[in-house]
């Protein structure tokens, strides 16, 4: 009997043994799940977890929950410890943090299993690829970086060559409709966009697949705005007005154009190549609103040389963006001979080169003329006219044998300037250019009388018969010498010769030699020699 109890006990001391040794291994700290990967939202920015749960283990307890980390620093995420911000049941695997701005900012997550008494150790941390990216507005290049998905591909061999990187770019917040830009594998993080355009909304994105689980992850929804001054959308040198103080030249800009620097140019040659050396910059500005200019430089060699003048708009990082048509002086010459002055000058250009639209345009000259009466002050309005236009060619002849004889008489100097337009197919102007005022002196027809009647008060076809003077069909300066047969002089003046000698008495009857000298200013002296007789008729 008491052999049967002893048996009894032992065998019940052996069972409570062996049930403390299980209960010694048997642990309620779960394991932690595996945090698979996470994504973010394009749309809101909030940010989805998906993790599997741990194996089962008989000697620890399964997860009860889960517990999701964020870090207390989300700019260091390892520095100041983390925190849990929710808990889901043990039949939940994935979570979706609401807020959490995923678009804004790279984010970082953890996860634990929820124990009956504690939680597990907490995943490595996981967090979105991240983009951003710069504008080089000077070379209108966008340069995109991005950082890689942390946490992938976990203990793989090779750690980065199953992870690709496919970039999008859009322009607005659609980014369904977005075009792929690039390719990648996990060790690229670089990608530039050339050509882009100037205030414009750029967006760009990473969707990020591990090719070993065919995982996906959204990276943040990147905008960068390609801002820039807004550039003209035309310009236009108008016209060019020639004087002798300068030559004024008017330009249209847009006015809602937003850039600051805008530079005039002269040139001597009508393209780049040959002009580079001559190019001068006239005058720099910043208001789009200002409309004329006045180049006061080298006056001299632009009463015989063509200039050619140009407006560029230069943005920021002083690039050309857009620049006018070039339009150029008109340089007249005139050639008197006689009555008749022959008038050439050169052509203006029509730009095509810059203003290809311009291919069908023609050019159209005009011709006016300022002449004086000798009652006309020279440097004032004198009788302006338009004697010719429409013409086509640079060439035309005046015949100036009309003003001959008029009363009151007209000055030998007439003026002349030439205008060109630029038309239209339909005949609208698009550009002018008018030449400086230029002065010429025709040749005077000078009749000398061949008698002189000193003492016979009458006038013959209004001129009187005891004065020796020249009779010139225009007003002009002359000096008349009156020379004996023994060559004394007798008369030396600019009032003609009454027919009496220094001391003021009558000469005698017989011939006389004069010599006339008509001044001019630009065909120099006109010199006329001849002989005269005096006569006394009887009364």
Known sequence: MFMRVLRHLMLTVALVSFASMLWAQFSDKPNPPRLDYLTNDLNTGNVTLFWTKPPHEPQIADPSGYIIYVPRNPIDPDADGWDPIDTV???????????????????YYRVASLGAFEPSQM????????????????????DLSWIGYEAWPLNASA???????????GHDLNWNTYTQIGDYDGYSNRHSVTNVLENLDYFFYIKATRMDTGYESYSNLYLIHTKMARRPTFMSVDSIVATNAGNRIYYTIDPNSRVGNYKLWRWEQP????????????????????????????????????????VDAYNGCNQAVLVTNLCNTIIPRLSPKGNIVNIQWTDLMIDTQRKPDRVNNRISYTIYRRSFTVNDDISGPGNLERIADGLSTTEYTDDLSGFKGQNPLYRIRFNYYIEALELSPSNDTVALSRSREVSTEILPGVTMPTALAPNDE???NGHQRNLFKPIINFEANFTLTVYDRWGGVVYHGNQGWN???AKGEFVKEGTYVYRLVISTTDAGEIIQTGSVSVIYPKK
């Open 271 to 310: 393209d780049t190549a040959q002009s580079i050396f001559s190019a001068k910059i006239i005058e720099s500005f910043s208001d789009p609103a200002k409309s004329m200019s006045i180049d006061t430089n080298d006056m001299w060699a632009a009463r015989t040389r063509k200039f050619y003048y140009k």
């Open 458 to 460: 009458r006038s013959e």
């Open 89 to 107: 049941d043990q039949n939940t695997f994935q979570y979706t943090h609401i807020g959490a701005n995923g678009n804004g900012q790279r984010v």
């Open 123 to 142: 995943t490595v941390k996981h967090s979105q690829v991240w983009i951003t990216a710069s504008y080089d507005s000077c070379n209108a290049k966008i």
């Open 499 to 501: 027919g009496r000698n």
């Open 159 to 169: 750690p980065y060559r199953n992870i690709r990187y496919q970039l999008y770019m």
